[in-house]
T-cell receptor, first 110, second 113 residues
Protein backbone atom coordinates (compact mmCIF):
# COMPACT_ATOMS: atom_id res chain seq x y z
CA UNK A 1 0.00 0.00 0.00
CA UNK A 2 1.37 3.41 -1.03
CA UNK A 3 1.93 6.03 1.64
CA UNK A 4 -0.01 8.43 -0.59
CA UNK A 5 -3.28 7.25 -2.13
CA UNK A 6 -5.33 9.18 -4.64
CA UNK A 7 -8.88 8.68 -5.79
CA UNK A 8 -10.26 8.28 -8.29
CA UNK A 9 -7.50 6.93 -10.52
CA UNK A 10 -9.42 7.97 -13.62
CA UNK A 11 -12.10 10.61 -13.98
CA UNK A 12 -14.12 11.72 -16.99
CA UNK A 13 -16.21 14.86 -16.70
CA UNK A 14 -18.31 17.08 -18.94
CA UNK A 15 -17.21 20.63 -19.51
CA UNK A 16 -18.53 22.88 -16.78
CA UNK A 17 -18.74 20.21 -14.09
CA UNK A 18 -17.31 20.62 -10.59
CA UNK A 19 -14.49 18.14 -10.05
CA UNK A 20 -12.98 16.77 -6.85
CA UNK A 21 -9.83 14.70 -6.59
CA UNK A 22 -8.90 13.22 -3.23
CA UNK A 23 -5.58 12.43 -1.59
CA UNK A 24 -5.03 10.48 1.62
CA UNK A 25 -1.66 9.90 3.23
CA UNK A 26 -0.39 7.81 6.11
CA UNK A 27 2.78 9.63 7.21
CA UNK A 28 3.43 12.79 9.15
CA UNK A 29 4.02 15.63 6.77
CA UNK A 30 5.34 19.15 6.72
CA UNK A 31 3.63 20.08 3.44
CA UNK A 32 1.44 18.69 0.69
CA UNK A 33 1.77 19.50 -3.01
CA UNK A 34 -0.67 19.26 -5.87
CA UNK A 35 0.96 18.94 -9.26
CA UNK A 36 -0.39 18.88 -12.81
CA UNK A 37 1.19 16.80 -15.56
CA UNK A 38 0.11 17.31 -19.15
CA UNK A 39 0.65 14.79 -21.95
CA UNK A 40 4.28 15.07 -22.97
CA UNK A 41 5.47 14.87 -19.39
CA UNK A 42 6.10 18.33 -17.98
CA UNK A 43 4.95 18.84 -14.39
CA UNK A 44 3.66 22.11 -13.01
CA UNK A 45 3.25 22.85 -9.33
CA UNK A 46 -0.30 23.98 -8.55
CA UNK A 47 -0.31 24.30 -4.78
CA UNK A 48 1.83 23.76 -1.76
CA UNK A 49 -0.09 23.80 1.51
CA UNK A 50 0.33 22.76 5.10
CA UNK A 51 -3.05 23.82 6.50
CA UNK A 52 -6.43 25.17 5.51
CA UNK A 53 -7.28 26.12 1.98
CA UNK A 54 -5.75 27.82 -1.03
CA UNK A 55 -7.41 29.13 -4.19
CA UNK A 56 -5.95 30.00 -7.55
CA UNK A 57 -8.36 30.85 -10.32
CA UNK A 58 -10.75 27.91 -10.74
CA UNK A 59 -8.62 25.63 -8.58
CA UNK A 60 -9.08 25.14 -4.85
CA UNK A 61 -6.99 22.93 -2.59
CA UNK A 62 -7.88 21.99 0.96
CA UNK A 63 -6.10 19.97 3.58
CA UNK A 64 -7.20 18.41 6.88
CA UNK A 65 -4.07 17.56 8.83
CA UNK A 66 -5.92 15.62 11.54
CA UNK A 67 -7.62 13.39 8.97
CA UNK A 68 -4.52 13.21 6.73
CA UNK A 69 -6.58 14.13 3.72
CA UNK A 70 -6.49 16.73 0.99
CA UNK A 71 -8.80 17.55 -1.88
CA UNK A 72 -8.27 19.38 -5.15
CA UNK A 73 -11.36 20.98 -6.62
CA UNK A 74 -11.80 22.35 -10.12
CA UNK A 75 -14.78 24.62 -10.71
CA UNK A 76 -16.31 25.14 -14.18
CA UNK A 77 -14.03 22.49 -15.68
CA UNK A 78 -12.72 22.92 -19.20
CA UNK A 79 -11.14 20.51 -21.70
CA UNK A 80 -7.78 22.22 -21.15
CA UNK A 81 -7.91 20.97 -17.54
CA UNK A 82 -7.43 17.45 -18.91
CA UNK A 83 -4.20 16.19 -17.35
CA UNK A 84 -2.84 13.94 -14.64
CA UNK A 85 -3.12 15.47 -11.18
CA UNK A 86 -0.55 14.27 -8.69
CA UNK A 87 -0.58 14.60 -4.93
CA UNK A 88 2.77 14.58 -3.16
CA UNK A 89 3.64 14.95 0.50
CA UNK A 90 6.85 16.14 2.08
CA UNK A 91 7.72 14.08 5.11
CA UNK A 92 9.00 15.43 8.39
CA UNK A 93 12.11 13.25 8.38
CA UNK A 94 15.69 14.32 7.96
CA UNK A 95 15.70 13.94 4.20
CA UNK A 96 12.38 15.71 3.80
CA UNK A 97 11.81 14.16 0.39
CA UNK A 98 8.58 14.19 -1.60
CA UNK A 99 6.43 11.04 -1.64
CA UNK A 100 4.14 10.87 -4.65
CA UNK A 101 0.73 9.39 -5.31
CA UNK A 102 0.11 7.55 -8.58
CA UNK A 103 -1.95 10.39 -9.98
CA UNK A 104 -5.50 10.93 -11.18
CA UNK A 105 -6.07 11.02 -14.93
CA UNK A 106 -8.72 13.64 -15.67
CA UNK A 107 -10.43 13.94 -19.04
CA UNK A 108 -12.85 16.83 -19.50
CA UNK A 109 -15.04 16.40 -22.54
CA UNK A 110 -16.57 19.34 -24.43
CA UNK B 1 7.87 27.23 -19.14
CA UNK B 2 8.93 26.45 -15.58
CA UNK B 3 12.53 27.64 -15.81
CA UNK B 4 13.91 24.10 -15.76
CA UNK B 5 15.08 22.81 -19.15
CA UNK B 6 15.84 19.20 -19.96
CA UNK B 7 17.53 17.82 -23.05
CA UNK B 8 16.98 15.75 -25.00
CA UNK B 9 13.19 15.42 -24.83
CA UNK B 10 13.30 11.94 -26.33
CA UNK B 11 16.09 9.38 -26.38
CA UNK B 12 16.29 5.87 -27.79
CA UNK B 13 19.41 3.94 -26.86
CA UNK B 14 20.74 0.42 -27.09
CA UNK B 15 21.76 -1.54 -24.03
CA UNK B 16 25.45 -1.10 -24.82
CA UNK B 17 25.27 2.65 -25.48
CA UNK B 18 26.45 5.47 -23.23
CA UNK B 19 24.36 8.62 -23.18
CA UNK B 20 23.74 11.59 -20.90
CA UNK B 21 20.66 13.53 -19.90
CA UNK B 22 21.05 17.22 -19.17
CA UNK B 23 19.11 19.53 -16.89
CA UNK B 24 19.58 23.26 -16.55
CA UNK B 25 17.93 25.84 -14.32
CA UNK B 26 18.51 29.55 -14.01
CA UNK B 27 16.11 30.13 -11.14
CA UNK B 28 18.87 30.57 -8.59
CA UNK B 29 17.89 27.35 -6.87
CA UNK B 30 20.45 25.40 -4.90
CA UNK B 31 18.77 21.98 -4.85
CA UNK B 32 18.33 19.76 -7.90
CA UNK B 33 16.70 16.35 -8.26
CA UNK B 34 16.38 13.45 -10.65
CA UNK B 35 13.11 11.51 -10.67
CA UNK B 36 12.04 8.44 -12.62
CA UNK B 37 8.44 8.01 -13.73
CA UNK B 38 7.48 4.57 -14.99
CA UNK B 39 4.09 3.71 -16.40
CA UNK B 40 1.38 3.32 -13.73
CA UNK B 41 3.84 4.02 -10.90
CA UNK B 42 4.40 7.05 -8.68
CA UNK B 43 7.39 9.24 -9.34
CA UNK B 44 10.50 7.78 -7.74
CA UNK B 45 13.22 10.01 -6.37
CA UNK B 46 16.64 8.98 -7.66
CA UNK B 47 19.15 11.61 -6.55
CA UNK B 48 19.24 14.89 -4.66
CA UNK B 49 21.95 17.53 -4.89
CA UNK B 50 22.29 20.51 -2.57
CA UNK B 51 24.90 23.14 -3.39
CA UNK B 52 26.48 20.68 -5.87
CA UNK B 53 26.83 17.97 -3.23
CA UNK B 54 24.89 14.73 -3.51
CA UNK B 55 22.75 14.42 -0.41
CA UNK B 56 20.61 11.48 -1.41
CA UNK B 57 21.00 8.38 -3.55
CA UNK B 58 17.80 6.39 -3.38
CA UNK B 59 19.43 2.97 -3.96
CA UNK B 60 19.82 3.69 -7.65
CA UNK B 61 21.81 1.13 -9.70
CA UNK B 62 25.31 2.22 -10.66
CA UNK B 63 24.41 2.18 -14.36
CA UNK B 64 22.90 5.61 -13.55
CA UNK B 65 25.60 8.11 -12.65
CA UNK B 66 24.68 11.69 -11.73
CA UNK B 67 26.93 14.70 -12.03
CA UNK B 68 26.37 18.21 -10.72
CA UNK B 69 29.17 20.53 -11.84
CA UNK B 70 27.44 23.63 -10.47
CA UNK B 71 24.13 24.64 -8.91
CA UNK B 72 22.57 25.34 -12.31
CA UNK B 73 23.38 22.11 -14.12
CA UNK B 74 22.66 18.47 -13.46
CA UNK B 75 23.51 15.49 -15.63
CA UNK B 76 22.48 11.87 -15.56
CA UNK B 77 25.00 9.62 -17.30
CA UNK B 78 23.59 6.35 -18.57
CA UNK B 79 25.47 3.18 -19.49
CA UNK B 80 24.56 -0.46 -20.05
CA UNK B 81 20.91 0.18 -19.32
CA UNK B 82 18.18 -2.45 -19.37
CA UNK B 83 14.83 -2.30 -21.18
CA UNK B 84 13.09 -1.91 -17.80
CA UNK B 85 14.93 1.40 -17.38
CA UNK B 86 12.70 2.84 -20.11
CA UNK B 87 10.75 5.64 -18.44
CA UNK B 88 10.27 9.38 -18.22
CA UNK B 89 13.17 10.99 -16.36
CA UNK B 90 12.29 14.27 -14.73
CA UNK B 91 14.60 16.89 -13.32
CA UNK B 92 13.45 19.35 -10.70
CA UNK B 93 14.93 22.20 -8.71
CA UNK B 94 13.98 24.07 -5.57
CA UNK B 95 15.32 26.74 -3.26
CA UNK B 96 16.68 24.47 -0.57
CA UNK B 97 15.21 21.04 -0.10
CA UNK B 98 12.74 21.83 2.67
CA UNK B 99 9.19 23.05 2.32
CA UNK B 100 9.66 24.94 -0.88
CA UNK B 101 8.01 24.44 -4.21
CA UNK B 102 9.78 22.24 -6.71
CA UNK B 103 9.93 23.29 -10.34
CA UNK B 104 10.01 20.46 -12.85
CA UNK B 105 11.44 20.16 -16.33
CA UNK B 106 9.54 18.67 -19.26
CA UNK B 107 11.30 15.35 -18.84
CA UNK B 108 13.28 13.05 -21.11
CA UNK B 109 11.35 10.11 -22.51
CA UNK B 110 13.94 7.30 -22.55
CA UNK B 111 13.49 4.06 -24.45
CA UNK B 112 16.08 1.32 -24.06
CA UNK B 113 16.07 -1.22 -26.88
Amino acid sequence: KNEVEQSPQNLTAQEGEFITINCSYSVGISALHWLQQHPGGGIVSLFMLSSGKKKHGRLIATINIQEKHSSLHITASHPRDSAVYICAVRGRGATNKLIFGTGTLLAVQP
Amino acid sequence: ETGVTQTPRHLVMGMTNKKSLKCEQHLGHNAMYWYKQSAKKPLELMFVYNFKEQTENNSVPSRFSPECPNSSHLFLHLHTLQPEDSALYLCASSQGDRNTEAFFGQGTRLTVV
